[in-house]
């Protein structure tokens, strides 16, 4: 898994933390929340959330799901527009591509979110040698399907290890804590399965 296989076509990070900034700063004023407010919500720093609606930074996985979960979205929503008029084709150069600064974490949306359809496919690659760990959902009770393409993943949820190889699937709902682990040899590409 040395060359990623997600990296094919990607935004520049640039355009997608103004993307993501952008959209922050329209939930946020939708709900007629100051960022004290959503600070106090979300639990990241007012600063923090003023830097990633000015695209100052780069959100990482586990702010972007803190605040997924304080709007009651997916990460994948609060990453991407929602489609209004879904396309039954999307090509691979069209789909999104995000990468979390630091970790190398690669998170391509195969099928995002859509007005009209429940499911949403991610794509994902996590280097070798990698640790990430989330406190809790962004939103509680979404059922998950962890599909292996390549490589080894250790998943943590609320305690219990499940240690999975290439062509395993992992199913679970999610309402506690999660852990993504690979080991020092060997990264992890799987397909994961929203619904």
């Known amino acids: 898994m040395g060359n990623s ?31 004290d407010d959503l600070a106090a919500r979300s639990g990241v720093s007012r600063a923090t959330l003023s830097r990633l609606e000015n695209a100052e930074v780069s959100a990482t996985t586990a702010v972007l799901c803190k605040l997924a ?28 591509l995000w990468q979390e600064p630091g970790s190398g974490y690669l998170r391509r949306a195969v099928s995002p ?8 496919v991610i794509e994902a690659e996590i280097p070798a040698n990698t640790r990430l760990a989330y406190d809790g959902p962004h939103r509680p009770g979404l059922e998950h399907h962890l599909i292996m393409l390549e490589g080894a993943l250790t998943m943590t949820i609320e305690g219990a290890q499940h240690d999975l190889r290439t062509g395993d699937c992992l199913r679970f709902v999610l309402y506690g804590s999660n852990v993504f682990e690979t080991p020092p040899m060997s990264g992890a590409r799987y397909l994961l399965v929203l619904v």
């Open 5 to 35: 296989r997600l990296a094919s076509v990607a935004p520049s990070p640039e355009s997608l933390d103004r993307q993501i900034g952008a959209g922050l700063r329209r939930l946020r004023q939708a709900q007629g929340w100051s960022l």
């Open 113 to 120: 979110p859509a007005t009209g359809f429940k499911a949403e």
């Open 69 to 96: 979960g304080v709007f009651g979205l997916t990460a994948s929503r609060l990453l991407y527009n929602l489609e209004e008029e879904a396309r039954p084709v999307l090509r691979r150069s069209e789909q999104p």
